[in-house]
Structures are given as C-alpha cells and as structure tokens.
C-alpha cells in the first residue's frame, strides 16, 4: 500500500531521462519533489521546472550536492556502476533509499562494488535498486514473469527491435549512426558504441531462474547499414553508413537450459518490437508491437517502483526481488 503521507523524492541528475522523470513525478499525488541535484552549473541555482523546460515554477532549486532528506532518491547520471558508485554510496549514508537508472547495477556484475554497497545499504537501513526498460524490465524482469507459467522451459528467446530514430539525441549518436563502418568498429573497440546491460539482462534471468550457467558467450556488437537515406531531428544518415547497432549474447547450461538475447537499434528500423520465445511446457510466445517506448518506460520503471522500493528489505535489490505495477 501506497503510504498516506506523500513519499518525499529528490532527483539527482537532470538530464533527458531525468528530466522525463521529474514530470512523471509531478503527476503523483503520493510524491512530494523536495529537492534537485545536477552539477552542470548552468543549471546550479535555476527552479527545477524552469531546467526540466516547463512553464511552470517547482519551488525547488536545483544544487550541486543534496541537501535535503529526501525519502527515495531517484538517481540518473550514468551507466558505468564504477563510476557512479561514489554517488550511490553517498546517496545511502544520507539515508535515503536509491532508485538508478545504472545499466550495470540492474545485477552488478562486479562483486567487490556491489558488496561494498550492499553493506552500506545494509548499514543505513535503506535499500538500492538498478531498474529501466532495458535492462530492468523487458529483456529481463518480463521473460522471467512470463516464464511463472511453465512447469519446464527448455530455451529463452529474448528480442527487442528499437526504431533509434524516434528516441533521444544522446543515444542516436551512442548506436553509432552518421559512423562509417571502420569508424564504428574503432569505436566497440574503445568501448564507446555498446548497449549497456545486455550481458547484466542474461544474468539476471539466469539467475531468477536459479541457473548456473556454464557457458556465456562473449558480446557481439556489429553494425546496421544504412540501406537509403535517413533523416531525423537530430541528423542525417547517407546510404552506406551505419544506422545503428546490433549486439547478442547467449548463455547455457548443458542439457538445462539456452537463453539468447538479441537487440538491434538503429534508425528507420522496420517492425520496432519486442519479443519474448519460451520453449517448455508449455511454449509461451508474447511481442510487443511496436516496442516499449525506452525514455517514457524508463522514467516509469522508475517512479512506479518508488513505492515497492520505499517498503522493501534494505540491500542491493534486482528487478528480480520485487513485484512492481502501475502506481
């Protein structure tokens, strides 16, 4: 149940996502915004409503550091759990429970940061979860809901076909599109161009399926070609060049179980979707026309877990420890 007096909420990040956030917020009569946390200094100082782009005044201004006690903290920065972390720890020393949109903290794969964490989570009696659409709900916590109907699954068949042309800057330029192809593979190599979470989504099924897997493969990252010319808000794509990107992963476990998952973004891309093919008894298949819109399902992912999080146990938590729902 969803507490009586309003759950007190800071954003700390205030970029697209977070920006995408604060308005959901803002529609929630059981929330109440008491603070804002950047460190762009043109933002430094503005009223929250101003920086999100909104004609209307917030009564909270944006600062370099939190200052407030908020209740829940809903945390945008960055994907890399290694160098966030600094800021999540502060986060839960100040008491407050952690909401991130950080890639690798949807199953941190790094021991030594998530342990450090967990402790201090544990310490401060509060609790930090890593959640979004992807990772964090439809390559992941989706296929393991799904799967609660099997009596067996032999094999999980994860896809998620995303239309990059129809979604923010940033990440049109993250998939590589405008790249020529030796341009795009100079980049996977400085690790520039790479879906965060893909690897993080397989070990999260896995281990909500309680698998040991003995076989993870290696991601592959490749590019999607132009086939014509592509033109969105942002930039234009000449034939020949990369629209975006394609990366996999798979995992097994002998005579157990297989699990691939498949995510293609680029611009233009034809039937966007999202789907999900269990074999087992009995065979489950669902998709998703169209996909699941990334910025908008993220800041939901987000603000409708405030309330499960706000109530859970105090740790480092996945997607997999908590029911979750429209709120």
């Not at 945390?75 to 949109?101: C, D, I, K, N, Y």
Request: hydrophobic share 40%; aromatic share 4%.
């Amino acid at each position: 149940m969803v507490s009586v007096q309003p759950i007190t909420v800071a954003q700390y990040g205030i970029g697209p996502i977070g920006a995408e956030i604060v308005k959901l917020l803002m529609t929630k009569s059981w929330i109440r915004i008491i603070a804002a946390v950047d460190v762009d200094p043109q933002k430094i100082g503005r009223d929250l409503g101003e920086v999100i782009g909104i004609d209307q005044r917030l009564g909270v201004k944006v600062t370099a550091d939190l200052r407030e006690k908020p209740a829940v903290v809903c945390h945008s920065t960055g994907s890399r759990l290694r160098q966030v972390e600094p800021q999540l720890r502060a986060l839960l020393e100040h008491g407050s429970h952690v909401v991130s949109t950080c890639e690798e903290l949807a199953f941190p794969l790094d021991k030594e940061v998530r342990e450090n964490l967990q402790k201090v989570a544990r310490a401060n009696n509060v609790t930090l979860l890593g959640t979004g659409v992807n990772p964090g709900f439809v390559m992941d916590k989706l296929p393991l809901t799904l799967s609660a109907v099997c009596q067996q699954v032999r094999s999980i068949e994860i896809i998620r076909v995303v239309d990059a042309s129809l979604r923010r800057e940033p990440l049109q330029r993250k998939v590589g599109a405008g790249m020529t192809r030796e341009q795009f593979k100079q980049a996977v190599k400085d690790g520039k161009i790479k879906h965060m979470g893909l690897k993080e989504s397989l070990m999260l099924v896995a281990n909500g399926l309680n698998i040991d897997l003995d076989q993870v493969s290696e991601e592959k990252i490749e590019p999607v070609m132009a086939e014509g010319p592509i033109k969105t808000q942002y930039l234009s794509v000449d034939p020949g060049f990369v629209a975006g990107v394609h990366q996999t992963i798979q995992g097994s476990k002998r005579g157990t179980i297989d699990l691939s998952l498949d995510i293609k973004m680029f611009l233009g891309a034809k039937d966007p979707r999202d789907e999900v093919r269990i074999k087992g008894v009995p065979d489950v298949n669902m998709r998703i026309d169209g996909g699941v819109h990334g910025d908008r399902a993220t800041a939901a992912m987000v603000v409708n877990c405030i309330p499960r999080v706000f109530a859970a146990r105090p740790g480092v938590l996945t997607m997999d420890d908590i029911p979750v729902s429209f709120r």
